[in-house]
């Protein structure tokens, strides 16, 4: 990252936890896990503005001097992936890491800072089996009453911390687990909010020889032995889009701290809005997707993706538009246009003010605009200081990732 003139501010963020805005406070090295792609199709901007969001934090805490240690898994063992490459009678290993390979090209064209570990599931399962050993030997977790599959699930309520991540009421924990990946119905279950943390194996699924019984591992149980095993538990972030406050998180969080006998497993957890398209939430599995990569290759400037997508706040439900790429087309033409000049006004007081709102839980609206402000009197009045055009690019590579 360029080093740019003037001091970084405390970064405070929006911790859903505890439902508001919390200073984030990291040691030398703060300490971010951020939940990565299930590797079934390409990145689309969802995806994309979520790791952008991301992004920002780990510049701005780079910026105020800590190094980062950022952590990011890549699903590539679980059931959706099993499904896509079923029904185009694809391979899932080779399906995932052909889409694997074009997310990391993807991120690198957007200037996504890479991780420090980006770790895929089916790598870590050594890790995983150990993790659940020690769930089950501690009476935290079970296995399901079914003599054919005797599946290993997590007790929800072994920690006494239940749902402090998420906070949704009973109803609405219900809706969520049965929509996004549970199985409140399955029999054997001592209660349907108990999460899967080992599958047995069943004929034709993939499956790895352990203690536990050949099998595979549940989702959230990944996330755990990852981000546990590399940045230890009462790390900084935990972030991903708000579809995984509830269950992802919440569960993620439980086994950590079932294991470790500690709470909480992450400081602030984070949780980016979500990207539509015509009215709905961009999914796989609806197919209302805008893909960086076919952005790309129609000749779209990644820049431009970041400034269209850093227009709304991250924390936003927003909608993708064509409007809102052209627009963002425009700024970056101007603010380039700006910053090509032999001189401009003071940058010190826009750069103050990008820092500001960008440590305001990542204010990327009033951000832009204060970069906006500077360029606009720049291309009016002609002259000033000479430092200031480069101070200014250096100041927009640094801390929005955008090269003038
Ligand atoms: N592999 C899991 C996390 S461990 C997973 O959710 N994968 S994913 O491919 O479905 O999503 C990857 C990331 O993009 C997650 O953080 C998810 O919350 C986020 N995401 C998915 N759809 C959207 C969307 N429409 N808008 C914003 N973020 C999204
Ligand atoms: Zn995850």
């Not at 792609?37 to 805490?61: K, N, S």
């Amino acid at each position: 990252m360029p080093r740019i003139p003037g001091t970084a501010r405390p970064l405070r963020l929006h911790d859903t936890a505890a439902g508001q805005l919390r200073p984030t406070a990291p040691g030398p090295v703060a300490r971010m896990y951020v939940c990565g792609i299930t590797p079934y199709d390409a990145t689309h901007l969802g995806h994309a503005a979520t790791y952008l969001a991301f992004d920002l934090v780990h510049r701005l805490w780079l910026d105020a001097g800590h190094e980062v240690h950022y952590v990011q898994n890549v699903t590539d063992i679980d059931d959706p992936l099993l499904e896509r490459a079923e029904r185009d009678q694809d391979d899932w290993v080779v399906l995932g890491m052909r889409e694997t390979a074009l997310f990391r090209e993807d991120m690198e064209a957007l200037r996504v800072l890479p991780p420090r570990d980006f770790v895929g599931a089916v790598e870590t399962i050594p890790e995983i089996i150990e993790v659940i050993g020690k769930l089950l030997a501690s009476g935290a977790a079970y296995r399901a009453d079914d003599p054919e599959y005797p599946d290993v699930y997590f007790d929800h309520a072994a920690t006494g911390h239940f749902g402090y991540e998420s906070h949704y009421d009973a109803e609405t924990m219900a809706r969520f687990f049965a929509e996004r990946g549970g199985d409140p119905d399955r029999p054997g279950k001592r209660d349907p909010l108990d999460a899967l943390l080992w599958r047995m194996a069943r004929p034709g699924e993939p499956s790895w020889e352990s203690e536990l019984g050949e099998g595979r591992p549940g989702w959230h149980i990944e996330c755990s032995a990852i981000a546990l095993n590399r940045l230890g538990v009462g790390f900084d972030v935990q972030g991903g889009g708000s579809d995984l406050a509830f269950p992802h998180h919440e569960y993620s969080a439980a086994h950590a701290e079932a294991l470790v006998g500690e709470h909480p497993f992450a400081r602030h957890y984070v949780h980016a809005g979500m990207i539509g398209l015509d009215g709905a939430k961009m999914s796989k599995s609806k197919g209302n997707l805008v893909f960086v990569s076919r952005l790309r290759a129609d000749g779209v400037d990644p820049a431009a993706i970041r400034l269209a997508l850093f227009a709304g706040h991250y924390r936003d439900d927003r909608a993708w538009t064509d409007a809102l790429l052209a627009e963002a087309r425009e700024r970056l033409a101007r603010w380039r246009e700006a910053a090509a000049l032999e001189a401009g006004p003071d940058a010190g007081s826009a750069i103050a003010r990008l820092r500001d709102h960008l440590a305001d839980d990542l204010d990327t609206p009033r951000a832009l605009a204060a970069v906006d402000a500077w360029a606009s009197e720049a291309l009016t009045r002609q002259g000033g200081d000479a430092e200031a055009p480069g101070q200014i690019r250096a100041a927009v590579d640094a801390l929005l990732g955008v090269a003038l």
